[in-house]
């Protein structure tokens, strides 16, 4: 297993070095909100957040390493969502444009990284051909096409969790972020430049709220949880709740401070799949924290 310090350099080494920033997913605003749960979620899961509703703290981003990049430029965006507890704890969803997730080891991800310009790609598929149907997919999907809106992007968490209900029985998920916003809901001025994703996001949030569904995808009995490139046929979806992010948070991460989105952080209720991917990332998210720190 390639150690995290390894990775990190990797990574810098396609994107450059950028400190005080993170390795991927270098450039993003956060923003708060409120998560509300069904009652179809609260019967499926006993974790806090599906009980009641919880504040979060969301951050949109772009998927590389480079701070500066514009807007327009191909890229996979994300969204990351931390759900926090009443009983102070918190855990976190992190989701991606990309509804494939196209290898499952963590030196396939490198490679991926290292191959990410438009010329390396047929050598990446050509080492990696069972990556080719989610690349296709991801293709078809527009993932690294450039939305018009954070606010009307479809998020992809990569990982299963298995959920324990009240009552003790368990359930494989997995989760999708999907957008509930109106195209008569987009700012009236015309929103252009190098910011432009954010600058239209804090021009709709000056006149609404902007909300997710949480839509949760139930496994069915052949439904691989430990595998991040399976695809599922799923016994269900159900409407687990809705993100509703009211407001920019322009102070975080100022005077020091580090916020870190681990989606192997998890709380009473949810369990974590065998996903190499999925364990690795904490340890490479406590590397690359370590050196934004200094």
């Not at 991926?112 to 010329?119: A, F, G, R």
């Not at 990556?131 to 999907?141: H, P, R, S, T």
């Not at 340890?283 to 050196?291: D, K």
């Amino acid at each position: 297993m390639v150690k995290p310090a390894v990775a990190i350099d990797r990574i810098n080494a396609v994107f450059g070095r950028h400190p005080g920033y993170r390795a991927l997913h270098a450039k993003g605003r956060f923003y708060t909100g409120t998560f509300t749960p069904t009652p179809a979620a609260g019967a499926l899961c006993a974790a806090l957040h599906f009980q009641a509703p919880v504040p979060v703290r969301v951050r949109w981003s772009n998927g590389g390493g480079h701070p500066g990049v514009g807007d327009r430029a191909p890229d996979v965006r994300g969204m990351a969502v931390s759900f926090r507890l009443p009983d102070d704890t918190a855990t976190d969803l992190l989701g991606q444009t990309a509804p494939r997730f196209p290898v499952r080891t963590v030196e396939d991800f490198l490679d991926l990284v290292e191959s990410s310009k438009p010329h390396q790609v047929p050598g990446f598929l050509r080492r990696h051909r069972d990556a080719i149907g989610a690349i296709l997919a991801n293709a078809k999907a527009k993932a690294i096409i450039a939305p018009f809106s954070y606010a009307e992007a479809t998020f992809y968490p990569v990982h299963a969790y298995r959920w324990t209900a009240p009552d003790g029985t368990q359930r494989w998920v997995r989760y999708v972020l999907e957008p509930l916003a109106a195209k008569d809901e987009r700012p009236s001025a015309k929103i252009s430049g190098k910011n432009r994703l954010f600058d239209e996001m804090e021009a709709r949030l000056a006149e609404h709220p902007v909300r997710y569904r949480l839509q949760v995808t139930v496994a069915s009995a052949g439904d691989d949880p430990h595998d991040p490139m399976s695809v599922w046929k799923g016994d269900r979806v159900i409407d687990a709740g809705t993100v509703e992010v009211t407001a920019t948070d322009p102070a975080r991460e100022t005077g020091g401070e580090i916020v870190v989105f681990d989606p192997t952080r998890v709380v009473a209720g949810i369990e974590l799949s065998n996903d190499p991917i999925l364990h690795y990332r904490a340890a490479a998210y406590s590397e690359s924290a370590s050196r934004r720190m200094g």
